[in-house]
Structure formats: C-alpha cells, structure tokens
C-alpha cells in the first residue's frame, strides 16, 4: 500500500510539471523551435503569432499537437480572447533582423512597448504564474567586459540612431517586466540570444546572408563585407540555444538573467573564409564601413547557465555544415 502511494504521489507530480504555456511569436525562428521542444514536453501550446516575419509552415510537424492563433501582439482585443487556462507565458513576439532596426524602428518600439504592455495585462487577468521574457544580447552595444556577463551596464548610446530601437526596446521590456512581476508575478526570468543560428533562420542574418551570397557568386572572386571584417561574434547553433533554454525553463531562479550563447569566438572575415572553404569557393574580401552603430565585439559569459548544467555540443564548423547539408 505505501508502494503504491509512492508511485501515485511522483505520478502526480510528474503531472503536474506539465503547463499550459503561450508563446507569443511562435512561428518564428527561436519561436518555433522552443514550440516543438516543448509539444515533446508534453505540455499544452498556444502560439499567438501575426506571421509578418514567422512562417507556420516552421510549425508542421506538430500543427495537431498545439493550437495556433494568428494576431498581432499590440491588439489587445485579441489577445484578451483566449479563453484557454495559461499558467506560462513565454514572450518572444519582435521584429528581429539587423535591416529592419534601420527600415522600422517606430514599429519594433511599438511592438515592444504596446505588445509587453499588452501580454502583461492577459497575464494579469488571467493569473498567469510564469513569465519567460526573450531580451537580446543588444542591450549591451559596445560592452565594458569581453566575455559579457549579464550584470553588464544596458545602453543606448545614441538615441538618434534607428539601429537602438531595437536595444532600446528590449531594455523597456526587461525594466518594465522585472518591476510588474514583483506585484503580479510568482516566476519571471529573461533570456538573452546571442547570435542564434541553424537551418530556416531567415535571411537578414549574416551566416545565412553569406550562405546565399556565396551561392550567387558564380566565379566572381569579390566578397563585399560591411565593416573591417575584424568584428567578432559568438553563434549558437539553434539545437544547443535549445539546450541553454531547457536548462533555464527548468532550473532557472526567479528574477534572474541569463544569457544563452557560447564563448566561442571568431571574426566575420574568419566566418566568411570558413563558409567557403566548406562551399569550395575562392574569395577575395572588399570592405566598406561598419553599419553605424554595430557593436565590434559580442561574446557573452556563460558561466551562470553553465551552472545550470548547459554545454556547447555543436561547434561552428559543425553547425554551418548542418544547414549545409
């Protein structure tokens, strides 16, 4: 009888780890993967996602498995009508791509601002419990500390500049949710991508912009690169961010900060020589000057998720090949 007890009661808390979770932009890029980790999960999904830059189709193989609702995040109206019980909330919907910081920087301050004001108020309504914010490693701009951990200053060096509506916006979200969940909020914990990569990313990135450039070169030997080349990034190929997110879904501490990325480093003329060595071109590089506002050197500190348990298992050679293949 007390065996019995047993098995039921860790049955029941078995149970009881599933949620009932909505995520806003989930037919996006990170969107969509985290969507598909956690159908595996077994826990019950919403995606709430307007498709302006998200594809459904990311979505296919567990279309039956979740329920899908198409709406733009600033109305209201539509969000306040899901009936659905939600007890987790993870917040992604934003316009992303390094083009549209320069082409819509009115639009990504309005998603941010109205949207997170927007998903605050369903929460409260709805007594949401959990809240997983995704911020950006923008926040940071030129940081002080090379790697960066996430106590590093947040900052909009120049408030004329489109590039930091971006940065700017996260910024918003992350003040204005850390002090909303204070009151109303049991979890709230923000992630920061750094430089996520893998097959279907879309094309305002710069692995799958130099991938498809590359393709187009014919034998043209001319490789245009915006900046010096000498710009450093850290990537994380999109099954090992999925990884890092796991471990901070599962283990991460309220009112934390976490960056998700890895301390592998290289410089953008580097990643291009890399690429075509694996595509078996030859190139030669022509510079022009750095997009105003781009940050020279962006690797995080990993040593707070590396608590958590995270390990890089894909190195960047070993990811571009993936998409490759």
């Known amino acids: ?20 979770i909505l995520i806003t932009g989930g037919s996006g890029f990170i969107g969509s993967a985290i969507t598909k980790h956690l159908v595996k999960e ?37 969000l306040l009508s899901i009936k659905d019980n939600v007890d987790t909330v993870i917040h992604l919907a934003y316009v992303n791509g390094t083009k549209f910081f320069y082409k819509k920087p009115f639009e990504i301050l309005d998603i ?25 490693s923008e926040v940071y701009q030129n940081p002080f500390k090379i790697p960066t951990d996430e106590e590093e200053m947040l900052k909009i060096p120049n408030i004329h500049n489109p590039r930091y509506s971006y940065g700017g916006g996260k910024i918003i979200s992350e003040l204005y949710g850390i002090h909303f969940a204070k009151k109303f909020l049991k979890k709230f914990i923000i ?29 043209k030997k001319n490789f245009l690169i915006y900046g010096t080349g000498q710009e450093i990034r850290s990537f994380i190929h999109i099954d090992d961010f999925i990884s890092g997110f796991d471990k901070v879904f599962k283990k991460g501490k309220n009112q934390e900060i ?15 020589r890399l690429i075509a060595r694996i595509l078996g071109k030859s190139i030669k590089f ?11 050197v962006r690797c995080p500190n990993i040593k707070k998720i590396k608590k958590l348990g ?16």
């Open 42 to 78: 077994k826990n019950k999904i919403i995606v709430f996602d307007n498709n302006s830059r998200g594809k459904s189709r990311r979505l296919k193989e567990v279309k039956n498995k979740i329920k899908f609702i198409i709406g733009d995040i600033r109305d209201k109206k539509k």
């Open 1 to 20: 009888m007390v065996y019995l007890w047993i098995v039921n009661n860790m049955a029941k808390k078995k149970k009881n780890l599933k949620k009932n």
């Open 310 to 325: 995270f390990k890089q298992n894909i190195r960047l050679k070993d990811g571009i090949k993936k998409i490759l293949n």
């Open 258 to 272: 976490y960056n998700i990325g890895t301390s592998e480093k290289i410089k953008i003329f580097k990643l291009a």
């Open 286 to 296: 022509k510079k022009t000057k750095v997009l105003k506002g781009s940050p020279s």
């Open 112 to 136: 941010a601002v109205n949207g997170l004001i927007n998903i605050l108020d369903f929460c409260k309504k709805k007594k949401v419990k959990n809240f997983y914010l995704a911020s950006s």
């Open 191 to 219: 992630f920061r991508p750094h430089n996520v990569y893998g097959k279907d990313m879309g094309n305002e990135h710069v692995i799958p912009e130099f991938i498809n450039r590359f393709k187009k070169l014919g034998n």
